[in-house]
Nanobody
């Protein structure tokens, strides 16, 4: 069992930056595929970024070049650095962990554990 707790959300003006953190419990954090997803009101949950245990990175086209995902296995923590934020980045951001090394990192179904989410609001 893995518990995930996100932090770092808040209100920011367009063009600003935020860094989200996701603290994970358990001793096998380094072996998990980790991802960030987001969900805006009235929309489906969508993929944002992922990092596999081996370090491979994946980004949604909408955030490529602006967001950076990283992990600190010694601290059991996942990060999402968000720069040049846009109004359309407003959403609840979720951290997710997946046990399997196979399957697409873009799909929510390939993640086994989810955090409670943290709100990011970008004012225009």
């Amino acid at each position: 069992q893995v518990q995930l707790v996100e932090s770092g959300g808040g209100l920011v003006q367009a063009g600003g930056s935020l860094r989200l953190s996701c603290a994970a419990s358990g001793r096998t954090f380094s072996s998990y595929r980790m991802g960030w997803f987001r969900q805006a009101p009235g929309k489906d949950r969508e993929f944002v970024a992922a990092i596999r245990s081996g370090g491979s990175l994946f980004y949604a086209d909408s955030v490529k070049g602006r967001f950076t995902i990283s992990r600190d296995n010694a601290k059991n923590t996942l990060y999402l650095q968000m720069n040049s934020l846009k109004f359309e980045d407003t959403a609840v951001y979720y951290c997710a962990a997946g046990q399997s090394a196979t399957g697409s990192s873009y799909l929510p179904a390939n993640y086994d554990y989810w955090g409670q989410g943290t709100q990011v609001t970008v004012s225009s």
